[in-house]
């Protein structure tokens, strides 16, 4: 019998995942990470995750399943590798994805990190993706969900060979609407409960304002400019815009005008045409690669350069250096810096990395 860490978050997938964990005869605990102080950041206790409802939530299924639940206060950590990494990333113009740092830091680094402590075999989680052992090749690889909808791969793509060995994730191969159906079947408190849909930790979106909030000082005014260094108005801060950005801009044009791109060097926001937006080049650091060990030679790929977007053809290598460069068959609109870029070959992943440039 092996022994069974089931990471629960208080949400229904999660709780499904410990059920059929539980149901294949493995040994199991139930742990939830507390990652902040709701009140700390703001906001009302039942509008993000980590709240005293999301606990009370995850303890009644491990009751109801008959399994032992634990609290672990990774406070410390979450504010150390998510929160100021996501400060410091719009500081420099950048827009990053927390959630993947969540799962590289806390999830697979430092839960994994308790895993081994308290002699359990594996992890589980509620993400909706796959694991595949390739005996061929000798590596475990990271593979989509069958339900396309909900596929998590691309916030996973951080994971290593020693993680992938280590973790289970039961919903991979199951529809959402049916794991709806089973926390139904046996009386979850969570069934019916909605999914997050913000950053946990800045639940009304309101992103800027979490950042002044959160380092103590205001933002600092500065000029919007086109791209070649015009004036064309006063900005509210660099960690107000985002590429692709229209809305909010305040700029009178007879055209549409959007934010192409932020130099906080300068303290100024590059606004230009849509067309502008488009670009066919990206280089990306920060690479972790799954299904091989390096793409020395060029390799095509599908890519996916944010969370929502549809993947598209592309050609990808590394150099010497382990930088990532994508060149895609089509320029793509608004390549932002600070967003995963991740590969595909159908459904496995290849690898991925944090966009630093494009062209």
Request: charged content about 30%.
């Amino acid at each position: 019998m092996r022994k069974a860490m089931i990471a629960m978050s208080g949400g229904v997938d999660s709780s499904v995942a410990a059920y059929l964990t539980k149901e294949s005869g493995d040994d199991c605990i139930g742990v939830t990470m507390k990652l902040f102080e709701n009140e700390d950041i703001g906001v009302r206790r039942d509008k993000a995750c980590c709240s005293l409802d999301d606990v009370e939530d995850a303890r009644s299924v491990c009751y109801r399943i008959g399994i032992r639940y634990y609290v672990l206060n990774f406070t410390v950590r979450f504010r150390e590798t998510v929160m100021d990494r996501f400060v410091k990333a719009y500081e420099k113009g950048w827009t990053p994805n927390p959630c993947i740092d969540c799962n590289r830091f806390l999830k697979f680094e430092l839960l994994f990190q308790r895993m081994k402590e308290l002699e359990r075999d594996y992890i589980v989680t509620g993400h909706y993706a796959r694991t595949e052992y390739d005996a061929a090749a000798g590596r475990y690889l990271l593979k989509k969900a069958v339900d396309a909808s909900k596929d998590q791969s691309y916030v996973l793509y951080t994971l290593t060979q020693e993680q992938l060995a280590h973790v289970s994730f039961p919903l991979g191969n199951l529809q959402k609407s049916r794991v709806r159906e089973i926390a139904g079947e046996h009386g979850f408190v969570n069934a019916g409960k909605h999914d997050s849909q913000d950053i946990c930790f800045v639940p009304d979106g309101d992103y800027a304002g979490f950042i002044e909030q959160y380092r103590g000082f205001p933002s600092e005014e500065g000029d919007f400019v086109d791209k070649d260094g015009t004036v064309m108005g006063r900005h509210k801060g660099v960690i107000h815009y985002t590429v692709g950005q229209r809305r909010g801009l305040g700029i009178p044009a007879a055209d549409r005008l959007y934010v192409c791109r932020i130099l906080p060097e300068k303290n100024q926001v590059v606004l230009g045409s849509r067309e502008e937006l488009f670009q066919r080049e990206l280089t990306a650091g920060d690479v972790n690669l799954i299904s091989c060990e390096s793409l020395a030679e060029p390799m095509r790929v599908k890519a996916k350069i944010r969370y929502r977007h549809p993947e598209q053809p592309a050609l990808a290598w590394q150099t010497p250096d382990g930088k990532l460069h994508l060149r895609f068959e089509e320029p793509q609109r608004a390549i932002t810096r600070g967003q995963a870029a991740v590969l595909y070959d159908g459904d496995t992943v290849v690898g991925g990395g944090v966009i630093e440039d494009s062209r």
